[in-house]
């Protein structure tokens, strides 16, 4: 029995879990199901959701009434901090990252209408990004209030608890199907949702492997902050659980040209994806890994061709899709 901390009930939970029988058929390797958390809400859809229960309780319970964040200009994390500040009351101001002047559409539209107050920093400044965290909480701190910070991605050991309850509700998927996945597939960007299924799998008692396709970094990159997100974790909530087994399992061969950017190919993966099966990705994250995944079906790299199971972990991101629509074609 998994002892939570204190958590809001923010996400549409449990997600939809179902088998995607057309793309798997054409694939002819392993079963692909998939498990929508792009499904956690409307506006605030996606796999922050999960983490930002536990983040935004410990924010309320710890006296805040502001909440900062940080993250690229179209940020999905940081727009559903908006507007789920706005849904709980709590002013909200986005750090965000840009080297142009970002134009407001997408994530970033969301953000001013959910009325966040945003500055925005060059890939330079942001280099500074601990220091500007500092100089904002002071500032509101001046100002007679409370501000909490809360990390790129909201990756940390309070964070990660999102995935860790995540990891619990797939294990009830995976009993109502009879299947015991290989792998569990999802896009890794600054490593929360990774450390915390890998942590979730483990004390669950869940025998797969979290394979994490990355969309920007490295592998040793994601191992670092993988073990750093784990450690803390262990460090602040249960110094007696034994961390030592859990190796993040990260593949980067399919990060492409940067961070945001995408080749030819994650678009045709988002078409041929939206059109066999209803499901529409996006090309930071989601179709990256979706690519990747495919990528290594045909390789052979999953074992029980013809048999056996995969699990994809829809992990949202559709509004970055429309600040990138133009790449679309039509
Ligand atoms: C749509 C989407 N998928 C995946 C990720 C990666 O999650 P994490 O930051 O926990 O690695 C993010 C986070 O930025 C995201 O917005």
């Known amino acids: 029995m998994i002892d939570y901390p204190?958590?809001?009930n923010l996400a549409q939970t449990p997600t939809p879990f179902y088998l995607l029988e057309r793309l798997s058929e054409q694939l002819g390797?392993?079963?692909i199901w998939i498990k929508r958390d792009d499904l956690t809400g409307a506006a605030t859809s996606g796999n922050k959701i999960r983490k930002l229960e536990f983040l935004l309780a410990d924010a309320l319970a710890s006296g805040c009434d502001?909440?900062?964040t940080s993250g690229g200009v179209q940020s999905n994390h940081c727009r559903a901090v908006a507007i789920l500040g706005a849904q709980l009351g709590l002013k909200v101001h986005l750090l965000l990252r840009s080297d142009i002047e970002p134009e407001p559409v997408g994530n970033l539209l969301l953000d001013h209408l959910a009325g966040a107050t945003i500055s925005h920093y060059s890939v330079d400044e942001f280099r500074k990004l601990g220091k500007l965290f500092e100089e904002w909480q002071a500032h509101y701190a001046?100002?007679?209030?409370?501000?909490?910070?809360i990390p790129t991605g909201g990756s940390n050991g309070t964070g990660m608890w999102g995935y860790i309850a995540a990891a619990e509700e797939l294990l009830q998927d995976f009993e109502r199907h009879a299947i015991t996945p290989q792998a569990i597939v999802h896009a890794t960007g600054s490593?929360?949702?990774q450390a915390g299924l890998m942590l979730g799998c483990y004390l669950h008692q869940i025998n797969t492997c979290i394979k994490a396709y990355a969309v920007c970094d490295d592998?040793?990159?994601?191992a670092r902050k993988v073990r750093q997100d784990l450690e803390q974790w262990q460090s602040q909530y249960s110094p007696q659980t034994d961390i030592s087994g859990l190796i993040a399992d990260t593949c980067d061969a399919y990060v492409g040209?940067?961070?945001g950017v995408a080749d030819e190919e994650i678009f045709d993966t988002i078409k041929q994806v939206a059109a066999t099966e209803g499901i529409l990705l996006d090309p930071v994250y989601t179709a990256k890994a979706f690519f990747g995944m495919m990528e290594d079906i045909k390789q052979g790299k999953f074992s029980g061709q013809d048999s056996g199971d995969i699990v994809f972990l829809h992990t949202g991101g559709l509004f970055g899709l429309f600040a990138q629509q133009h790449r679309l074609g039509y």
């Open 142 to 149: 001046e100002l007679g209030g409370k501000a909490y910070a």
């Open 257 to 259: 040209p940067a961070y």
């Open 219 to 222: 592998s040793a990159y994601f």
């Open 66 to 68: 502001t909440v900062i």
């Open 6 to 8: 204190e958590r809001l």
């Open 29 to 31: 390797g392993p079963r």
């Open 191 to 193: 490593g929360g949702t």
